[in-house]
């Protein structure tokens, strides 16, 4: 090349560089460039979309976490109404065995005392059949008012 430049040749070189430039880049840097804004848009929105994931993922896991709290929170409070419950069954269930005891041992006081009522009835006859028998034998003579025929041993 010569220092001076030739201009009859710089022209053309400038041109057909221009030409193509122009060529090139539309051929090949603006769908890489489109390419690469493509990946970058994507990506992006990827990014935010994974970001929305994890926020709904940790929503869920917090509503979970309330929905567990608040199902323990009523599972207890059943057990609990249950227990108190089954306190007052037995509750209940021994008064009335207690009630029943009570009236089983009056109803056997009660019977113990008539018939010992009875019996003692039955001993008081006795014992004045008795009386009158001995009475009777030792007197040797009917204290109804009847006599009574001596046996021969007396």
Same mark, same amino acid.
């Given at each position: 090349m010569h220092i001076p430049p030739n201009w009859g040749i710089f022209f053309p070189l400038l041109v057909s560089f221009l030409i193509f430039w122009l060529l090139f880049s539309r051929v090949f840097v603006r769908p890489f460039l489109n390419l690469l804004n493509e990946r970058e848009r994507?990506?992006?929105e990827l990014n +935010?979309?994974?970001g929305r994931l994890l926020e709904e993922a940790q929503t869920a896991e917090s509503r979970r976490e309330q929905e567990l709290a608040e199902f323990r929170r009523e599972a207890l409070g059943r057990r609990e109404a249950a227990r108190r419950e089954a306190e007052q069954d037995g509750a209940k269930l021994l008064e009335d065995a207690r009630v029943q005891a009570r009236e089983t041992?009056?109803?056997v006081r009660q019977q113990?005392?008539?018939d010992l009522l009875a019996a003692q009835g039955r001993l008081e006859e006795f014992g004045q059949r008795l009386?009158? +028998?001995?009475?009777?034998q030792l007197l040797r003579r009917d204290l109804n008012g009847s006599a009574k025929p001596r046996s021969a041993n007396n």
């Open positions: 994507r990506l992006k +935010d979309r994974a041992v009056q109803s113990l005392e008539s009386a009158v +028998d001995l009475a009777q």
